[in-house]
């Protein structure tokens, strides 16, 4: 896990020696536009770039990106890295003894590339098609304040976007122009992708377990229920 | 049909009468999901023709219908919509559902938004598994439909007064 | 629903005006008109409130959910092959299509590449699923503008491809057949001549329907300068697939950054674009574009390299820790997953990027001053399923 948590800036994945010049070159533009804004990052050689900026910077970051030619809006979402407080225990026993027994005390909140110091990270993600990459964006958004300004007036797709995170993860969007529910029921109770959200479906009745350590047809097999 | 209503419906009238329903089922299209397509390859491909059982897949509203297939999944969010349609329908009525979704809430059995099979909100006649079911099982579902129309007993069907849909 | 953007305040102004011209002429009042949530030009359970102006739409609202089964949460407590299982279902009539670019972003994670026949195996039935897909489109959008006729035929001859998905799958919808680092099984014997007739057919078919629909007058008359989307409203909506090509944006996903673990440089076949970025640019482009998974298909059939079709992976899969997306072509458009993994058996997060969420979220700008037949013809041409906007 780790390996994860990378530090800051251009470590490639270790002991390798090939560097994303194309990336690295994005990432210098970026970072020098937005000055501090930018607070960490993460490239995957020939893959990828993350790029975790301030709250405060985040309409910005969208701004500086549309204009170095990210103009095509792919998503927006958030992670909540809150590790499930449910554990494994909606699982059956023989989920248990291939995943081991869970920890008894709650795992440490670990987040991924690019770093993070909160629980909730907006996560969006724009594209270039002259470049032909795309950046992933992510935003720290503290406990006891989860808002962030709209990405709307600049991409407009990402309108129903945020309509949606409001809705599954309880944020809101400063000047967004439409803040109802997308998906859910109004009297809907709850924020379903919040980590700490029970799917009561499972509780009441726990999951019939993995059906892939079955064996296959003609392996044998001392059960041989296996069909 | 005051004989109907009455309950004293001769033998033989009823049977006819019956065969005349059983092969006019005037079906309305109620697509939810993957489901759909399947029934859509059903009732309007060339190739499974629903037309050939005596069904007629074309009213424009639920008012014209005798059956509705709940072809799909029923979300929280749409009960109260299927409700509704049910209650449109002209008695005799009739309700297919047609998938594991429909059925019981398939794949999704554990999901938030998902109402755990369409028989919690209205009353259904034949169930149709797979997912989707081919259409051929939705056509045999058809025939276990009319099978069960001729053998039904009308002034039976109408003695307790009024259905109500809760 | 208020603008956002400058040439959304354009358009307002620009419909305000039209609105006041016909409230001089006929002292009309404002109306809403709600299609859905099962209505037959919407493919599904998608409710559109529209407040109309005598004829003419001043604002439509789309109202999702009515399909929201919950894929993302779903993803958090299922392994890795029962969410392959589940996601077939996202665009119901490209299942195959669906499970592709999340098995590529576990390989990827997992740093497990197919072997090369599964690759070809997977890039042939991507296509084929893209052909069943669009080819149900172009019946359905003509049944949509009152040409019954398309829709039968779309039905008859999808039935060669649904045909070969089965005998090599084994479903008939949602075939569950990708593996993480190949695939369930190899092909059966005598497939490889069926499915060059069953292409053969539908290239057929594509011919039939350009002679019998796209060429059509009426057609013409309904799709031709309506629901005009320019380019640059087309990328800040993240509008993906062919309702981007069709407003003059040549960016394909299989060419321009295909994914490792699809062939498309191993066959000859083209981008088709089209500047007009109306509904009849739509509909031209994916009638091309199935043209040309039908050629990429034939080509592909022919070169198939012999070999396993499975990689080593371990029997119990677990991914290990990082991030990943992976985006492909599907034929709605842009499909990706970006899967967050702790390296446990189930993954972390999963964000399931669907096309035609985006393609539709730009219904409320386009449709925006135009007349509600016209309404159909913007909606059937963006070409959207319920459970790709919903998931």
Redesign the interface.
């Known amino acids: ?1 780790d ?2 948590s990378s530090a800051d800036t251009e470590t490639p994945e270790e002991a390798a020696p090939a560097t994303d010049d194309a990336r690295e070159a994005v990432l210098a533009e970026f970072t020098s536009r937005l000055g501090d804004g930018v607070l960490g990052s993460h490239i995957r050689v020939g ?2 770039l ?1 790029i975790r900026v301030d709250r405060a910077h985040w309409l910005e970051a969208a701004e500086v990106a549309k204009s170095m030619g990210y ?5 927006l ?1 958030a ?2 890295w809150l590790p ?1 407080p449910f554990g494994r225990d ?1 699982d059956a026993q023989e ?1 248990l003894v ?2 081991g027994t869970p920890a008894k005390e709650p795992e440490a909140i ?1 987040q ?2 690019a770093g993070g110091d909160t629980r909730f990270q907006l ?1 969006a ?1 724009l594209y270039s ?1 002259s470049a ?1 990459m ?1 950046i ?1 964006f992510k935003c720290d958004l503290p406990d006891d304040d989860l808002t962030a300004p709209t990405w ?6 990402a ?3 945020e309509r949606e995170a409001r809705e ?1 993860f309880g944020f809101s969007f400063d000047g967004h ?2 803040m109802i ?5 109004v009297d809907f109770v709850g924020n ?2 919040r ?1 700490d ?1 029970p ?1 009561l479906a ?1 509780r009441v009745r726990p ?1 019939p377990g ?4 079955e064996p296959m047809p003609g392996v044998a097999d001392e059960e041989g229920e296996g069909e | 049909m005051g004989l109907v209503e009455s309950g004293k419906l001769p033998k033989p009238l009823a049977k006819l009468l019956n065969i005349s329903r059983k092969y006019s089922i005037w079906a309305y ?6 489901c ?3 029934m ?2 059903a009732f ?4 499974y023709d629903v037309m050939r059982l005596g069904v007629i897949p074309f009213p424009a509203s639920p008012r014209q219908a005798d059956l509705v297939v709940i072809a ?2 029923v ?1 929280d ?2 009960a109260p ?1 299927v409700v509704r ?1 049910y209650e449109q329908m002209p008695d005799p009525k009739y309700v297919i559902s047609m998938g594991s979704c429909a059925n019981c809430g398939g ?2 059995w ?5 109402t755990k099979g369409v028989d919690q909100l209205i009353p259904v006649d034949v169930y149709v598994p797979g ?2 079911p ?1 259409p051929e099982a939705l056509l045999e579902g058809i025939i276990l439909l009319q099978e069960r129309i001729a053998h039904e007993d009308m002034a039976e069907r109408w003695k307790g007064g009024p259905i109500v849909v809760s | ?2 603008a ?2 400058d040439p ?1 305040s354009v358009a307002a102004l620009v419909a305000e005006a039209n609105d006041n011209r016909v409230n001089l002429d006929f002292e009309t009042e404002g109306m809403t008109l709600n299609m859905g ?2 209505h ?1 030009a919407t ?3 998608l409710r559109i409130i529209a407040r109309l102006d005598g004829e003419q739409v001043i604002s439509a609202e789309p109202m ?7 894929y ?3 993803t ?2 299922r ?1 890795y ?2 969410i392959n ?2 996601i077939n ?1 996202i665009d ?2 490209g299942s195959f299509a669906n499970e592709v670019p999340f098995i590529l972003a576990a390989e ?1 994670l997992m740093d497990v590449e197919a072997p090369p026949r599964a690759q070809w195996i997977r890039t042939i039935l991507f296509e084929m699923s893209r052909v069943a897909n669009i080819s ?1 489109f172009l019946g359905d959008f003509g049944l949509q503008l009152g040409g019954m006729t398309a ?2 035929y779309a ?2 001859d999808r ?1 060669w491809v649904l045909n070969q998905i089965e005998s090599a799958t084994g479903g ?3 075939p569950n057949f990708d593996r993480i680092g190949g695939l369930k099984d190899d092909l059966p014997k005598g497939w490889i001549e069926e499915s060059h007739t069953a292409m053969d057919k539908l290239l057929a078919f594509c011919d039939e329907m350009e002679d019998l629909l796209v060429g059509n007058e009426i057609f013409q008359g309904r799709t031709r300068g309506i629901g005009v989307i320019p380019a ?2 087309a ?4 509008l ?1 697939g062919a309702n981007l090509r069709a407003s003059g ?1 040549d ?1 394909d996903l299989r060419r ?2 295909c994914p490792p673990g699809l062939v498309y440089d191993q066959a000859d076949w083209k981008v088709w674009t089209h500047p007009d970025g109306d509904c009849f640019a739509r509909t031209w482009v994916r009638l091309q574009e199935t043209r040309e998974a039908a050629k990429i298909v034939k080509q592909l059939l022919d070169t198939i390299p012999s070999g396993p079709v499975m990689a080593k992976v371990p ?3 677990k991914v290990p ?5 992976v ?1 492909t072509e599907n034929p709605l458009g ?1 499909m ?1 997953y ?1 899967v ?1 993994s ?4 189930v993954p972390f ?1 999963v ?1 399931i ?1 669907s096309a035609s ?2 393609n539709i ?2 219904l409320p ?1 386009v449709a925006r001053g135009a007349y509600v037949p016209d309404l159909i013809s913007i909606l059937g041409s963006l070409y959207f399923i ?2 790709d906007i ?1 998931r």
């Open positions: 896990m390996q994860l893959d990828d993350w103009r095509f809006f792919d998503f979402s992670i909540d499930s909606m989920d291939v995943a670990v991924g590339y996560l993600r098609i032909g795309g992933t709307s007036n600049v991409f407009a797709g309108n129903w976007h599954m122009p439409n529910n997308m998906y859910l029921p379903p992708l980590k959200f799917l499972r999951w993995i059906v892939d350590v | 299209q109620w697509g939810l999901a993957c759909a397509i399947e859509g390859a309007a491909s060339p190739r799909g999944t979300t969010k749409l919509a349609l794949p999704y554990d999901s938030y938004s998902v997912c989707p081919r | 629903m208020t956002v953007s959304q949530p099962q037959p493919h599904g359970t999702c959910g009515y399909m929201h089964r919950g993302e949460k779903l958090e407590v392994t092959p029962q299982a589940l279902r119901w009539l990827k149900l829709g039968f039905f008859r039935e008939r919808f949602h640059e409203i990328l800040s909506y993240g993906s944006v960016w321009d950054n029997r119990i899969i820790a990082g991030e990943a997306y985006a842009e990706g970006y967050v702790k390296g446990d058996l997060r964000k990027r969420f985006n979220s730009v700008w319920l459970g919903d």
